[in-house]
Each structure stands twice: as C-alpha cells, then as structure tokens.
C-alpha cells in the first residue's frame, strides 16, 4: 500500500492475511518501532511495565504486576489503619468498567460503622475511579491507611436506587474471626441437647486452632448430653488462608481428599490430605452460606460435603477458587500469577461456579437461615 503524505511518498507493508495469529515476533516488532519511531522520544522502562500492568490485569482479577517503586511504595506505606472489607475487583456483568464488590465487612470495623453490607459497590475511593483501577492489590491500598485516617466513599448500596457518599474512619483490625453460642434445640421426641452455632467470619493464621478451641469450650459446656449438632455459619466470610480453613475440614474428615489443585492443562499440583488423629465423626454438622461465601469457605464448604460429612443450606457461593504464585523480577518488581485452580474432592471445579447447597434458600428465607439448618437435621429450637 502506498501512502502520499506531503512533499513525499510513503510505502506502508500489506497486513498478512486475515486469521494469522498476533505471534512475540509480530509483538516485538510493533513494541520496537514504538520505542523507535514515535514522534516524541519515549522511556522504555515506564512503556513496558504499563503494558504488562494492562496484559496481566486482562487476564483476571486476582493477576497483578508492580514496578519495583510501587512494590516499595506498599511496603513503607503505614497501613495499621484498616476499613475492616473484604472486597472483590472484578468486571462488571456484561461487560464495561470494573466494580468493587463488598464481599464481607467485619464487625465493629470502620465499614460496619458506616453500614456498609455484602454486595454493596464501592464507585470511588478518595475521588478515585474504581473502573479505572487495574488490580486488587489498587483498591485494597486505597482502604488502608494510619488509624483515625479519613476515606470517602461513592457506594452503590445494594437496596438504594442512586449512589450515596460514604465517610470511613479507618481503625484497628477487629481480632475475633469466630463467634459461637449454644442453643437449646429438640427433635422429633422432644429435648436433645444443644446445638453449637458457630459464625466464622475470615481465615487467618490461627483461625484453624482457635476453632478447634472453641469447640472444645462448647462441647464442655454442653454438660452431659454434649453437643446434639453444630453449625457452620459461614454467612459473607470471604475467605482467607486456605490452610487454616482445612484445620477446620481436618477436624471432621477421618480420611480422604480435602481439596485439590489443577494447573495448566488440568495437571494435578497437590492435594490435601484428612488426618485420622482427633477426628469427630458422629456429631451431626450442617453448613450455612450465601452468595458471598467465597474462596477458603467454599473449600471448607466443598470438603466437608464431598467427605459425607456435612450439608449445605442457603444460596449458591460466590465462586472463588485460584491459587496464586508471586515471583519478584531481578529489577524488584514482582508479578503476582494465577497458576492453579482449586477443585473440590469431587473434582468439581470452584472457581466461577460456586457450591451449590443441598437445601436452597430463598433470599426472605435466609433470615431464618439458623433455623433451616438445624431442621435439616431434624431439630428445632427448644426452651432450656
């Protein structure tokens, strides 16, 4: 193709044919002429991490990379202020900008001060555009600040029909992840005991003993009838360490697979393994979730299911299920990857799907969710 451009004649090579593959030779070979001929001169170093931003953000929302200043801008940046969210950057259905989606909001933080509940939608962040943000790693730094730091929101609040501001005043993270009680239940026959409702809102380090402790305590406390069931309340908990969730699964599983991870092409990384030691295999066990249990709990959720040793009550889960793997550059930016997917003991996949529950629950219905789990297992609340 010939191009005639004023006082001279340009000569521009024909476009190979339609369906030939954009290859690295191909890539390269535009990248360099960038760098070599556009108008103004360019920097290398700042073009190419700004395309690598944008090519590992595409790929989803748990991908990221930053420069070795940004890497070190995070790691000196006093952040022992906290908006106590779990938030989740994704793309918005059908398509268009990213949304920042409240996935749980712990209690006594800043966001539950402020009334800030599961699916609510951050807009903005100090003025900052959400569906401009590249990575999670972006809007989890934007809610982090020094105690008493002020945040203002735009937030699309799931039952309001237009957007409202939000003022957060950052504090310490709330330490409880777990809440319990015992309630007197009855079966077909009248009184048998008391049922352990335990509310495990995140898994952190130490989550898994603190459990374990915990039921330990309510077992005690139960006296001489013990305990006559236990709920899981996994109710918004958007996840954590994976680890600490299968402490818990571990409790309850004598032996099989508690969760696997598949990689490219399907290849099994690693499976995780149940240990006989300590296993409680007789009392009756019922989860609650919803359409914000995600990650960590859906593994919980999926190992204790698949074993045979529990069922589900509520909504399908979010769908949150991949492993990734950080590898830091020789300049001292690091590349933040998804490698893996987890699946279920079933080989059921999580990521994008969720754990449908054996007993669906409608949203009115959730209220009572409690109350629908223990009838699952053939029990209802009783006087002491």
Not at 105 to 123: F, K, N
Request: glycine letters at 12%; proline letters at 4%; a negative charge.
């Amino acid at each position: 193709m010939v191009l005639w451009l004023p006082g001279r004649t340009v000569t521009v090579p024909e476009a190979t044919a339609a369906g030939s593959r954009f290859d690295r030779d191909s890539f390269h070979q535009a990248l360099d002429a960038v760098l070599d001929r556009y108008v103004d001169p360019v920097d290398g170093s700042t073009l190419l991490a700004r395309g690598l931003k944008h090519i590992v953000a595409g790929l989803d929302a748990h991908s990221h990379f930053l420069t070795a200043e940004e890497r070190k801008a995070l790691r000196t940046q006093v952040k022992d202020g906290t908006a106590g969210l779990a938030v989740h950057l994704h793309a918005a259905p059908g398509g268009g900008d990213r949304v920042l989606e409240v996935m749980g909001v712990l209690p006594g933080s800043a966001g539950a001060l402020a009334g800030l509940a599961p699916g609510d939608r951050i807009l903005e962040i100090d003025g900052t555009e959400v569906g401009r943000l590249l990575s999670q790693v972006e809007a989890e730094g934007l809610l982090a600040g020094e105690v008493g730091e002020q945040v203002a929101l735009r937030v699309q609040r799931r039952h309001d029909s237009s957007p409202s501001r939000v003022d957060l005043t950052l504090g310490e993270a709330p330490r409880e992840q777990l809440v319990s009680e015992l309630l007197p239940v009855a079966g077909a026959h009248g009184f048998e005991g008391k049922a352990a409702i335990i509310e495990l809102r995140g898994f952190r380090r130490g989550t898994g003993e603190a459990f374990k402790k915990q039921l330990a305590q309510l077992r005690r406390s139960a006296g001489s009838h013990g305990l006559a069931a236990v709920v899981l309340d996994l109710r918004g908990n958007p996840g954590g360490e994976v680890d600490e969730a299968l402490v818990v699964a571990d409790r309850f599983v004598r032996r099989g697979i508690l969760t696997r991870t598949r990689g490219r092409g399907g290849r099994i990384l690693r499976e995780e393994l149940a240990h006989e030691a300590g296993t409680d295999t007789e009392t009756p066990l019922v989860i609650i979730q919803d359409r914000h249990t995600a990650s960590a709990a859906e593994l919980l959720t999926a190992a204790l299911r698949d074993n045979g040793r529990a069922r589900s009550v509520g909504e399908r889960s979010y769908g949150k299920g991949t492993v990734q793997e950080i590898m830091g550059m020789p300049d001292g930016s690091v590349l933040k990857l998804t490698i893996a997917r987890y699946f279920s003991p079933d080989d059921a996949a999580i990521d994008g799907v969720g754990v449908t529950p054996d007993v669906v629950l409608t949203t009115d219905q959730m209220e009572r969710a409690v109350d629908e789990a223990l009838a699952d297992l053939g029990l209802r609340r009783a006087e002491p």
